[in-house]
C-alpha cells in the first residue's frame, strides 16, 4: 500500500533552516507530481509546495515563495523541502502528498507528518 514517511521536523529559532525528507512507496514515484502541504493548529491544511514529476517545475505558496525550495531524487522515490528564513507563522505540521490535477491523490493517505516548531 501507498506509505508516506515524513522527517527533519525540529524546534528551530526564527531565521533559522530546516530540510524536510519524506520517502515514498507503494505507487511509481517517477511518474507524480509531489507536493509538501502544512497544517497549523486550528486552521485547515494548505499547499505549501509541488514539483512536477520530473522535477523541472516546481510551484510554492506566496507565504513561502523565495525562502522554501522543493526538491526531488526519483532513484530514491524521495522529495524534499529546503526551508530557509523560517518564521514563526511557518509553525506547523508538514505532509508529504502526491498530487494528481492540482489534488491529493485519490489513491494515497496522509502520513503521521512531521513538525515543525519556529519559536525562540
Known amino acids: 500500500q501507498v506509505q508516506l514517511v515524513e522527517s527533519g521536523g525540529a524546534l528551530v529559532q526564527p531565521g533559522g533552516s530546516l530540510r524536510l525528507s519524506c520517502v515514498a512507496s507503494?505507487?511509481?514515484?517517477?511518474?507524480?507530481?509531489m507536493s509538501w502541504y502544512r497544517q497549523a493548529p486550528g486552521k485547515e491544511r494548505e499547499l505549501v509546495a509541488r514539483?512536477?514529476?520530473?522535477?523541472?517545475?516546481?510551484g510554492y505558496a506566496d507565504s513561502v515563495n523565495g525562502r522554501f525550495t522543493i526538491s526531488r531524487d526519483n532513484a530514491k522515490n524521495m522529495v524534499y523541502l529546503q526551508m530557509n528564513s523560517l518564521k514563526p507563522e511557518d509553525t506547523a505540521v508538514y505532509y508529504c502528498?502526491?498530487?494528481?490535477?492540482?489534488?491529493?491523490?485519490?489513491?494515497?493517505?496522509w502520513g503521521q507528518g512531521t513538525q515543525v516548531t519556529v519559536s525562540s
Open positions: 502528498i502526491p498530487i494528481v490535477g492540482g489534488h491529493p491523490a485519490p489513491f494515497a493517505s
Open positions: 507503494g505507487f511509481i514515484f517517477r511518474i507524480y507530481a
Open positions: 514539483i512536477s514529476n520530473t522535477g523541472g517545475t516546481t
